[in-house]
């Protein structure tokens, strides 16, 4: 990430530029995918009654095939990306794809075991993750099981997915690695229109499109790995590498399992107690938060990872440090004021993205309190995924996994508390998870850097805490004053809710808050914004000159 962190000797800097091109592409390539994951929720929502949204979309997508893709996702990124860059550094490419067969090899046959589990027992499957059976809620338990046996087959190609996405970022071919998440939601949104064109607005339409799209993915990745010719299907356990990658993956699994389930008990187990609209009033406010946090947060972590892992190799403490600290910096001194700035214009913004078709305006104010809950975790969902990687760097993976375990176990806590003693619904039920939620995973990025430290001198006590407090008030004098230009513009423009009014509104609170911003930055003298922006000049200018 740019700034004066990262220009402090001469590999920093040379450093600090491959990753930000690297990241400039992969930014793009989210863009797109995020994009796409708005535009499809968004049709979803419309065209598909809230019933088979949530017991399709939310429950057998997002609660069971998409979690156990994430699982298999965040346990091959980091135990296998490090030990196939160290067999490609230290041994040959030849060694590196016999280590790569061999995990390719076992993760297919174990994908094929799932997917006949899902397949022959699809009903025990959704009892298990919701309150719902044959005598509960008859119609959503039997349109669950049919599209979880439908839709089981996908998760074959979703989850090939993640470990070809690791073996492009290994080649640095970073942007079609994540562009193929754009071509899979691309996919899935033109083909659910077509299987509405052949089905009709039922289930069948939604499965059709996440199936086709789930290839798509994986198509994608493996039109630019031609690398991939080297493959041989193979088990030889006995390989040293493959070893190493079950160390690494033993404690990680424990805590990512850990993670999916405290997703899949407050996103879909709890509220299927309650009632209907709830699940997708959830599902449609965890988007915002996880589209920025995705935009730019994540895509630079990824592109960091394989930096980081070369940094440790060398023992490069002081670049490895001032990398991470100088760009945890930069995030945090957008992403606190713009949190604060999307909770203030929360309700406008979900009525413009949801309230249309068959999502009627319960849901939709629904939306926007889970959406301004959940979009307070975006500071410590940024900063966690630099720390995640730097600790999967420096093989300490049994650290990450109990900070972790205990992190989402304090959430799954507040929600039952919340909702199950003290009965909460409706909106309540909806603050309680979100706010949860956030309030643990910030607690998890603060013990991450607590505990980094001891061996790398990552974010400095003093000049840290000043920093986070002129974030925080640059956050609230901007979100003031989109709060303000908001209710004039309801009081002396118009309080309507037709589209046009609330982008007007939203383009009225959006002024402000920039307003509020720049002139906050500057009398509170923070630096990094304005770092941003120079070192974006001096890039662009150099690459012109043909000199970046």
Not at 6 to 25: F, L, P
């Amino acid at each position: 990430m740019p700034g004066r962190a990262m220009t402090e000797s001469e590999t920093g800097h040379s450093v600090g530029k491959k990753i930000v091109r690297a990241s400039i592409a992969v930014v793009i390539a989210h863009f797109l995918f995020k994009f796409a994951g708005l535009l499809q929720v968004m049709v979803l929502g419309s065209y598909l009654d809230p019933g088979i949204y949530e017991s399709v979309y939310v429950v057998v997508f997002e609660g069971c095939i998409f979690n156990i893709f994430l699982i298999g996702e965040e346990v091959i990124g980091p135990a296998f990306l490090p030990v196939f860059m160290q067999e490609m550094d230290t041994k040959s490419e030849g060694a590196a794809w016999q280590f790569g067969s061999i995990v390719l090899s076992v993760q297919f046959v174990i994908l094929l075991g799932i997917v006949a589990v899902l397949m022959f027992a699809p009903g025990s499957m959704i009892e298990l993750m919701t309150a719902w059976d044959a005598d509960k809620n008859p119609e959503k338990f039997e349109l669950a099981r049919k599209s979880l046996f439908w839709l089981a087959p996908a998760l074959v190609c979703l989850s090939l997915g993640s470990t070809t996405y690791m073996l492009l970022n290994g080649y640095k071919r970073f942007f079609l690695a994540a562009f193929g998440d754009a071509a899979w939601k691309f996919c899935v949104l033109v083909c659910v229109l077509v299987g509405m064109g052949v089905f009709g607005f039922d289930f069948r339409a939604l499965v059709f499109g996440l199936v086709v799209g789930s290839i798509a993915k994986l198509v994608t990745h493996l039109i630019r790995l031609p690398e991939i010719r080297r493959f041989r299907p193979s088990f030889a356990f006995s390989n040293p590498a493959v070893k190493q990658m079950l160390l690494l993956i033993l404690p990680l699994i424990c805590g990512i399992v850990f993670a999916k389930y405290r997703d899949l008990y407050n996103n879909v187990t709890i509220l299927s107690r309650l009632e209907e609209g709830l699940m997708q009033a959830n599902s449609f406010g965890r988007k915002l938060h996880g589209a920025i946090g995705w935009l730019v947060p994540y895509a630079l972590s990824i592109v960091m990872f394989p930096f980081f892992c070369e940094m440790v190799d060398k023992d490069d403490k002081k670049n490895f440090a001032s990398l991470l600290s100088g760009s945890g910096r930069m995030l945090l001194s957008v992403l606190i004021p713009l949190s604060l700035v999307c909770v203030a214009v929360s309700e406008p913004l979900s009525a413009v993205m949801f309230h249309r078709g068959k999502v009627t305006a319960e849901v939709a104010s629904w939306t926007a309190v889970a959406m301004s809950c959940y979009i307070l975790v975006l500071p410590a969902h940024a900063t966690e995924c630099l720390l995640m990687q730097a600790f999967f760097a420096h093989r300490r993976m049994v650290s990450a996994t109990v900070i972790g375990i205990a992190f989402s176990s304090l959430s799954i806590i507040i929600s039952y508390v919340g909702v199950v003693i003290f009965g909460a619904t409706g909106a309540a039920a909806l603050a309680v998870i979100a706010l949860g939620y956030t309030l643990s995973r910030t607690l998890k990025a603060v013990f991450l850097v607590i505990f980094l430290k001891k061996n790398v001198p990552i974010f400095p006590g003093h000049e840290t805490l000043v920093f986070m407090l002129r974030a925080v008030v640059v956050g609230v004098v901007s979100a003031g004053l989109c709060a303000i230009s908001l209710r004039l513009f309801e009081r002396y423009v118009s309080s309507s809710s037709n589209d046009i009014i609330l982008l007007a509104k939203l383009a009225t609170g959006g002024v402000s808050a920039a307003f509020g911003f720049v002139v906050s930055v500057w009398l509170c003298r923070m630096n990094e914004p304005g770092d941003m922006l120079k070192w974006a000049f001096r890039q662009l200018s150099a690459k012109r000159s043909g000199k970046a």
